[in-house]
Every structure is written in structure tokens, then in C-alpha cells.
């Protein structure tokens, strides 16, 4: 049979949901043979201009890249259900183990501070993922973003940390699954693990992490439905950690307030603000969304302008229940209540944190899954997991990749010295769609002037650059001013001439971000400073894993893209070869 006849006999007839040939992992041209991708890998630098400077387009992303799940997910869900997304997917175990430690270690009293930065910064980036996720309703959250407004290749960057903090973000909230469920049991944490030399094997973390991934597989409506019971029972807990707090409050506990300095606020900050991340889990499910328009802003904004202000109550319902000092950085909120004569008071705190984690698991499953799926539309990864399954209307092969990664990572590792990792990940993703706002705002291809291109571009560098700067100096000498005097007005320069030298080429239909240039300028300078306050092993973390993705791109990625955005020139080689047989 000829091939345009297969093609018509695919079209007609659906093909089966489980196959597993070639074709659906390495369909590309340049993966053909061996000869073909000798071939692609010896056109690696047209290629990799080429990947860098192209852009997709919203109409791509919203139409032409669904096409590759060959079914599409279920519009079923509100902003009610983004709303309590919203809590399911941030509200973990991050607030309830982080607080106490940074409190201990790094901020003491201010901690509340440190919850008040962080929160300011995810508000900000809370702000462009709406604007992005009203105009562009698609599951490829940041990294769809980031195809249109910085091209291919800056996408790629964030495609592979939004997988990295995927995978280690899930296999850290599952091993914590396991350490609150051994206390809520009265229990050492590591007393359900199984020691193994040097490792300490958690089956319990895998076993969670399947049963979450196979909720999220069955269907988004269901899942949806379980986090709404298992958060109101979550916020439960919280509302009697917060009346009990305060009720036993000392405000002597309060001084000194800043026992570690201005230094020690913001390198908790960055830190705490692991405990604000999952948000942008949400904008995943625009497609599966029946109003995005409405709902998104709705369930986004709504949803974390609630978490940052019980955030910040209950930092400082612990700060006033127990001196810093006395805080222990391993369960501070059950000691706490035991230092007051609620000795039962920390198993509730077990059981909310255990629900929290429990939530977590569920929307990040669901979010997950959402990422990947649209990641492999693009190529970038191989399409086999950018199928939904016509039944369940779930991409079920990405929602499986994602819980077996995770699942081997959290059966080993402890994931210590991962965390900071995953704080660099995510303020970095945070930092280029800010920036990637900025462009959309002030550039529309074939219409904006070049001398305007130029402009913004100098601008944007500038905003970076002196941000970078901040930062640094805050670093190097966070007691001094001098280098202030430079870096600061040169970022107010530059927010002032984006406002001031360039005309905005683009004004949203539905939604937008307020006081453009300077929320996202602000948000750029709030990340990057909060990067800059994490230690240097975490950078050191950030470029291997960089490296590591690169190899794969130049490998594996470049090729794939570069023949999905060139079908015609495929087809003209084809047609070549005919004509010379």
C-alpha cells in the first residue's frame, strides 16, 4: 500500500491507544536510520540558529499542536475546582516543615517577612501565568508561554526544569508522606523505611505516588472532586493551628525580631518559597477549564491571595508560641503545641500536613502529566506521551512517566540536598515569563519597528543585568549601600524607558497583567534576588542538571523540533528523491 493510502486508512480508522512502534517514539525524519541522523547531526549549527530564533504562535499552540493528542481532554472543569486546586496544589508540606527551620535557622521571628517576599514574588508571577493562560488555554503552561514569546530553544531550558522539578518536587512530597504518616503513628519518620546499606528504601512513597498517578489517570472531574474533601479537611486543621496558636500566644517571643538580620529574612524567603510552589499547576488546565477566561484568573488569583495571607498567619502564630531558639527545625509546629500543653495537638498537625501532602500529590500528578503532554506535542520529547486516551479524556502515558520517575527517585533518595534545586528551577522559570510578558506586550512580529526590537531588547538586558547586580552585591556585601546607588536607579532607567520610549504593540482581549512594565520588571528583580540568596551548591546543582539537558537537545531535541516546524522541506526532499528513482 502506498503511503498516502496508509495515511487515508489512519485517518478513517482511529489507531489503538496502546501501541508502541517506532513511529510513535521517533517518527521524525532524522531518526529514520542511521544515515538520516548522521546527516541531522552534522547540520547542528543551522539547526541550532534556526531552533533559537524561531517562535511558535498562539493559534500553533491552541490548534495545531492538540492535533498530536489525537483526542482531546474533557472541558469539565470551574473556577470553584481551580480555586481548591489552587489550595490542594500549594498547601503541603511545605509550610508546616520549612517555617520552623528557617524560623531556627535564618530569620527567627521575621520569618513572617520572609513568607511576606516570597509571597510577593509568586503574587507577581501569579499575574503574568494568568495573563498567559486567559490568551493561550492550552496544558503546556510555562513552556507553551515561553515557545511563543522566547522561541524554541529558551522553552526547551524551562521544559527540562519544569520536568526536573516535577519529578524531584513529587518524589520529596511523597517521602514527607511517608515521615508524617510514621509520626502520625507515633513513630520515628524513618521507622517505615527499609535500610538498605547506605540507603533508607521508601516503598510507602511509591506506593502513594501510584495510587495519586491512577486517580489523576482515571479522570480530571473525580480528581477534582477528592481534593475538595481532602482540602476542606486540611483547612480545617489549619483554622485550629491558627485559633490554637494565637490563643497561647506570648508577644515576648516576638524580641529580638531580627536576630539574624535583613540577610537572614531573604535567604529564608528563598528558601519558604518552596511552599508557594504548584501554583502554576493550574494554568496546566486550561484546556480542561469550560470557561478559562473567567475561571482561571478567578481560581489563580483568588485562590493565592488566601494561601500568602495564611501563610504569613501561621509563621507568626509559631513565632509567638515558642521562642526561635526552642523551635525545633524537625516538627516545629507538634513541639510547639507540646511546649503549651497540647501534646495531642501534633498528631492533628500530623494529619493535616498528611492531607496536605496528600493534595499535592493529586494536583501535581494532574498538572504534571498536563506539561509533559504538551512537551511531547512539541517533539521536544518523544509524542508517544502527547496521547489522551479517547475514554478517560487523560493523557494517561505521560501521567505514568512522570509517577515511575518519581517513584524511583523517592524509593532511593532522600532528596536533601535537592532542595535548593528546586528552589533555583522555579525562580528562574518564574524570571523568563515575566520576561516573556514584557515581550509579548511591547513585540508582535512583521508589526513592531526594529528600532523598537532593539530597544526593548537593550531595556530587558538592563532590567537583568542590574537585578543580577542587586543581588550580587547583596551577597558579597549585604551590610554595604554603595553598589546600590548603581544598580538600582539603572533598573528604574530601564522600567522607565520600556514605560516611557516604547508604545505597547499588544492589549489583551480578556484579562491582563496591571502597571505594565513594572509588575513583571518587579517580578524579574524579586526572583533573581531571591536566586541570589540561595547558596552557591544549588547553582553549582542548576548547571550540571543544564548540561545535562543540553547534551540531550543537541542529541535528541534539536532534530526532533527542527523536522516538526519543517514538514514542507520534508516533503521536498521526498519528492526529489522520487524524482531522481
Keep these: 500500500m502506498s503511503s498516502m493510502g496508509q495515511e487515508a486508512e489512519d485517518v478513517f480508522q482511529p489507531r489503538s491507544y496502546w501501541r508502541w512502534s517506532k513511529d510513535d517514539f521517533l517518527p521524525e525524519e532524522s ?16 539547526r541550532f540558529k534556526d531552533r533559537l530564533v524561531s517562535r511558535s504562535d498562539d493559534a500553533n499552540e491552541i490548534t495545531e499542536l492538540r492535533k498530536q493528542s489525537e ?16 489550595f490542594g496544589s500549594v498547601i503541603g508540606a511545605g509550610i508546616f516543615v520549612l517555617t520552623g527551620q528557617e524560623a531556627h535557622n535564618h530569620a527567627g521571628p521575621a520569618i513572617v517577612l520572609s513568607y511576606v517576599a516570597s509571597g510577593i514574588s509568586a503574587m507577581l508571577s501569579v499575574f503574568c501565568y494568568t495573563e498567559f493562560s486567559v490568551e493561550i488555554p492550552v496544558a503546556g503552561g510555562s513552556f507553551a508561554y515561553l515557545r511563543i514569546e522566547l522561541g524554541d530553544f ?35 519518620p524513618n521507622s517505615l523505611r527499609i535500610r538498605k546499606g547506605s540507603y533508607l528504601l521508601d516503598p510507602i512513597a511509591v506506593v502513594v505516588l501510584a495510587i495519586a498517578s491512577t486517580l489523576a489517570m482515571i479522570s480530571t472531574r473525580r ?66 477549564t469550560k470557561n478559562p477566561s473567567r475561571d482561571i484568573p478567578l481560581g489563580l488569583l483568588g485562590s493565592m491571595s488566601i494561601i500568602t495571607v495564611v501563610y504569613c498567619l501561621m509563621a507568626l502564630s509559631l513565632s509567638m508560641m515558642q521562642k526561635y531558639t526552642d523551635i525545633d527545625p524537625n516538627a516545629a509546629y507538634s513541639m510547639a503545641f507540646q511546649s503549651v500543653g497540647m501534646k495531642w495537638g501534633k498528631y492533628l498537625v500530623a494529619l493535616g500536613a498528611l492531607k496536605g501532602m496528600t493534595t499535592v500529590l493529586l494536583v501535581g500528578a494532574l498538572g504534571q502529566a498536563r506539561y509533559t503532554t504538551h512537551i511531547a506535542r512539541a517533539h521536544m520529547i518523544p509524542p508517544w506521551f502527547a496521547l489522551v486516551h479517547p475514554k478517560t479524556g487523560t493523557p494517561i502515558n505521560a501521567t505514568l512517566l512522570m509517577a515511575i520517575l518519581s517513584g524511583l527517585i523517592a524509593l532511593f ?10 528552589s533555583v528551577s522555579t525562580l528562574f522559570i518564574f524570571m523568563m515569563m515575566a520576561v516573556a510578558l514584557l515581550v509579548r506586550r511591547y513585540y508582535v512580529r512583521e508589526v513592531t519597528p526594529t528600532t523598537n526590537l532593539l530597544k526593548l531588547v537593550i531595556f530587558i538586558l538592563i532590567i537583568i543585568a542590574s537585578s543580577m ?6 551577597g558579597l556585601r549585604p551590610n554595604g549601600w ?9 533598573w528604574l532607567l530601564a522600567t522607565i524607558g520600556l514605560s516611557v520610549f516604547l508604545p505597547q504593540q499588544r ?41 545535562a539537558m543540553l547534551a540531550y537537545y543537541i542529541l535528541v531535541g534539536l532534530h526532533a523540533t527542527y523536522d516538526m516546524a519543517h514538514p514542507q522541506q520534508k516533503l521536498d526532499e521526498d519528492e526529489e528523491g522520487k524524482a531522481y528513482a
Excluded at 469 to 474: E, K, R
Excluded at 482 to 490: A, D, E, F, M, W
Aim: hydrophobic share 55%; glycine share 8%; net charge neutral.
Design 31 to 46: 531518526f529514520r536510520n542511521w544515515s538520516s541522523y548522521v546527516s541531522a547531526l552534522s547540520q547542528i549549527y543551522p
Design 71 to 86: 483526542n482531546d481532554m474533557k472541558r469539565c472543569l470551574t473556577w470553584w475546582d481551580l480555586t481548591w486546586f489552587g
Design 154 to 188: 529558551a522553552a526547551f531550558i524551562a521544559a527540562g526544569n519544569i520536568l526536573l522539578e516535577s519529578v524531584i518536587g513529587g518524589a520529596a512530597v511523597a517521602r514527607a508522606w511517608t515521615s508524617y504518616f510514621a509520626t502520625l503513628l507515633n513513630r520515628h
Design 223 to 288: 480528581t477534582s472532586q477528592l481534593n475538595w474533601i481532602a482540602t476542606a479537611l486540611n483547612t480545617i486543621v489549619i483554622l485550629f493551628v491558627l485559633i490554637a496558636g494565637f490563643a497561647h500566644a506570648d508577644t515576648s517571643n516576638l524580641t529580638p525580631f531580627l536576630p539574624y538580620g535583613a540577610k537572614g529574612i531573604f535567604q529564608a524567603a528563598a528558601i519558604v518559597y518552596f511552599a508557594y510552589g504548584g501554583f502554576d499547576n493550574i494554568a496546566t488546565m486550561a484546556e480542561e
Design 413 to 422: 533518595s532522600s532528596l536533601d540536598v535537592l532542595t535548593s534545586l528546586l
Design 469 to 474: 547586580g542587586t543581588s550580587a552585591y547583596w
Design 482 to 490: 554603595v553598589g546600590y546607588i548603581v544598580t538600582i536607579p539603572l
Design 507 to 547: 492589549t489583551p482581549k480578556v484579562w491582563g497583567v496591571p502597571l505594565v512594565p513594572w509588575l513583571p520588571s518587579l517580578s524579574i528583580a524579586i526572583n533573581i534576588f531571591l536566586m541570589g540568596s540561595l547558596a552557591p551548591k544549588a547553582f553549582i546543582r542548576f548547571g550540571i542538571c543544564t548540561v
